[in-house]
């Protein structure tokens, strides 16, 4: 019975996927994001389940993967087709004129693509069992779940810049999902502070940010993952 545990908390996170991308594409951006939250939630006790109970599975490790690319691929692409939908209306490709700026908005979907093929990659790097290289799917998904719902309650939307914004987003979402950057991965192989300052810091300066901006205070936090991933692997070259 315990062999499905970890299986069944991975399709939980799959189904919250399935409903965040329902919510995306019916511009409840809210309750999209809240749904990409619960399946990060559960995408975390997953593989945690399948540890502590000794039963990870090859079967498991493709499932998961399937269900991460709904989740942090699928549902963040649909997100960012709706803030596009609503700067470029696809409605007149219904009408058979279907003009260039009515195809811009599916330019969303490579970060599905994209998703997908960063989690393929990971898969097979041996090299990521205790850190990242390129940005994790779940960090994309929340960056852009955060961002969608800040940018849907002001006024931003309306800046005349805010279509080549959102374009230059997705490709430099798409190319930091596969860039060969290593990033820091929040495991502790103990609660000491020597060898886990950047942890504690980062965890703290994150719940600040979350205080400090509520929801939207995603889209800061992993701003502030890359930076502080890059700076440390800078310093750790220079040493």
């Keep these: 019975m315990k062999k499905h545990v970890p299986n069944t908390l991975t399709c939980c996170n799959l189904i919250c996927g399935c409903i965040a991308t329902h919510f995306a594409l019916q511009a409840q951006l809210d309750m999209a994001l809240f749904f990409i939250i619960a399946g990060a939630v559960f ?25 991460d ?17 609503a700067l470029f ?3 007149a490709c219904s009408a058979g004129t279907c003009p260039v700026a009515g195809l811009i908005p599916y330019a969303a979907f490579l970060i599905a693509a994209f998703s997908a093929l960063r989690l393929a990659k990971f898969n097979l790097d ?17 960056f852009w779940g955060a961002l969608g719902v800040h940018l849907q309650h ?19 979402s798409c190319w930091v999902l596969i860039a060969e950057i290593p990033m820091f991965a929040l495991k502790f192989k103990h609660f000491g502070w020597q060898g886990n ?26 701003v502030l993952y890359v ?7 800078a310093l750790q070259r220079n040493a």
């Design 126 to 142: 041996e090299r990521q069992s205790t850190s990242f290289i390129g940005l994790p799917t779940p960090a994309n998904a929340l």
């Design 154 to 172: 002001s006024d931003l939307m309306q800046s005349s810049w805010m279509p080549a914004a959102l374009l230059v987003g997705i490709a430099l």
């Design 89 to 91: 209306p696809t409605t």
């Design 43 to 67: 995408d975390f006790f997953d593989g945690f389940a399948a540890r502590l109970l000794h039963v990870s599975s090859p079967l498991g490790k493709e499932l998961d993967s399937l269900a």
């Design 197 to 222: 300052g950047l942890r504690y810091g980062f965890i703290l300066a994150s719940a600040l940010l979350l205080v400090l901006l509520q929801w939207q205070g995603f889209a800061a936090i992993i």
């Design 69 to 85: 690319d709904i989740t942090f691929g699928f549902a963040p692409a649909a997100i960012v087709f709706t803030l596009l939908r």
């Design 227 to 233: 930076i502080c991933s890059v700076i440390h692997n």
